[in-house]
């Protein structure tokens, strides 16, 4: 078994402790962070969005900080500010929240877009800049925000901008039967499953792994479906908003992540496919006409693809 699938192993096994089941959502977390992007989580109150993305920082032998976003939490909370050290007489660089490895910023439609916006520079550039001095955020870095769709009293939708700087936005679902079972037995022997988390990968083998994304081998033909996807999207008359370039060098990426942790060195088009909707739904805006007749971005992304042509030859 190759150190990645191994990895994959490990991690499903220690966030299996506390989220049963959802082991493709533990998977596209995991390609998230190896192709150094952030994760949107969106769904429905209570299914285990700050649990699942606690629980992947507990497996991770790096630093973690939850932030919860409320409407008064400021811009100088995230990225830090400057004050005068009056026993020096110097201006000292006080860390904000957002100075971790890890970060979970939860409920992150609750603050203001002044706030949402100061995590631009960080997810984007990995550093902030407070009076003018740039400061490097810790490697490896990743943002896991959490949102809830049903809210809107109080709530600050995400600008398209910002939408397109998440890598990948994913929904966890409800249960089975058989899984809320095991979960209603898991939650009442006392001790919670979360606290009993060890870590079973460093930041540096992280580091080490991110790295071999980029090795994994993309044909030119591959690239030309990839390129092609978005050209038609941008073309599609439900779509007013088509896939930028940052959304196809995302699912480039992600298809590398993919490939590597089935245990290839190479991309196919069922890589591309398989993380499409991960990676670029969230990405879409429909038209006026579209969401009128009920269309979904998801469904708007499949008929993209599906009228797309396959490459036969791909490496």
């Known amino acids: 078994m190759q150190p990645t699938q191994q990895l994959v192993k490990n991690l499903r096994q220690n966030v299996g402790k506390v989220i049963v089941g959802k082991q493709d959502v533990v998977d596209l977390m995991l390609i998230a962070l190896l192709c150094q992007g952030h994760v949107l989580i969106e769904d429905v109150p209570g299914v285990g969005k700050t649990t699942l993305a606690s629980a992947l920082a507990r497996s991770l032998d790096c630093s973690f900080r939850r932030i919860q976003f409320t ?3 400021t811009p100088s909370d995230i990225t830090g500010f ?10 000292e660089y006080h860390p904000g929240l957002v100075m971790s490895q890890m970060v979970l910023a939860d409920e992150i439609n609750r603050t203001s877009p002044k706030t949402q916006s100061s995590l631009l520079e960080v997810m984007e550039e990995g550093q902030v800049t407070v009076d003018g001095v740039c400061y490097r955020i810790p490697q490896p ?11 809107f009293v109080g709530t600050y939708p995400l600008p398209e901008a910002q939408l397109d700087r998440f890598f990948m936005k994913i929904s966890i679902g409800y249960p089975t039967v058989e899984e809320e079972t095991d979960i209603l037995e898991r939650y009442t022997v006392g001790t919670k499953p ?3 988390l060890r870590p079973v990968c460093s930041a540096r083998e992280i580091l080490l792994y991110q790295a071999e994304v980029s090795k994994v081998y ?9 390129s092609q996807i978005a050209a038609t999207s941008r073309k599609y ?10 959304g196809a060098i995302a699912l480039m990426r992600a298809g590398q992540a993919r490939a590597l942790l089935n245990g290839r060195d190479y991309v196919i088009p069922e890589d591309i496919q398989k993380m499409a909707q991960s990676v670029l739904a969230h990405r879409l805006q429909l038209s006026p006409e579209a969401r009128m007749r009920g269309i979904t971005p998801e469904r708007a992304l499949q008929a993209v693809i599906g009228s797309v042509q396959v490459p036969v030859r791909t490496a």
């Open 218 to 226: 993309t044909s030119k033909e591959v690239r030309a479906y990839v």
């Open 71 to 73: 409407p008064d939490i």
């Open 237 to 246: 008359a439900g779509l007013s908003l088509g896939i930028s370039t940052r």
């Open 141 to 151: 870095f990743i943002v896991l925000a959490t949102q809830n769709p049903v809210d």
């Open 194 to 196: 979360l606290a009993q």
């Open 82 to 91: 400057s004050a005068v050290n009056f026993k020096t007489g110097e201006m």
